[in-house]
């Protein structure tokens, strides 16, 4: 240890506080990033707010035409609902569906690459 000079010292404590500083200011970053994405998700005016007419309250899931005209009944339209505003945290007030539909049997309705489809057959076989 006795080798090591104050010029060496200098250069690691340079060093490491030029890497603890890029990480604070990484750190920084990403936080003001949840900030702006916290602010404009909450600015996010609706149709009938930027119209200045004040919003409706949503309409329940029983006289939404797009839940009936699919052939899905209310109660999985409820089901579907709590399950969205359990999963992101939301009142189920909030959350809005848009259209139902059901998904296309066989690997078409998979959002998966054809081999993935495979394997997941071949594991069910197993």
């Known amino acids: 240890m ?3 000079g104050l010029y060496e010292w200098t250069v690691v404590l340079i060093g490491m506080g030029t890497v603890f500083i890029a990480l604070i200011g990484l750190s920084l970053i990403l936080g003001g990033f949840s900030v702006v994405a916290n602010r404009l998700a909450g600015r996010k005016p609706d149709a009938a707010g930027a119209a200045g007419q004040p919003a409706s309250a949503p ?8 839940a009936s005209a699919a052939g899905v009944t209310p109660e999985v339209v409820a089901a579907i609902t709590a399950a969205l505003a359990a999963a992101t945290g939301r009142r189920a007030s909030e959350v809005r569906i848009a259209r139902i539909s059901p998904s296309q049997p066989g690997p078409a309705g998979l959002n998966t690459p054809v081999w993935g489809y495979a394997n997941r057959l071949a594991a069910g076989r197993r």
């Not at 309409?59 to 797009?66: L, N, Y």
Request: charged share 20%; hydrophobic share 20%.
């Open 2 to 4: 006795s080798n090591i």
């Open 59 to 66: 309409t329940p899931p029983e006289t939404r035409p797009a």
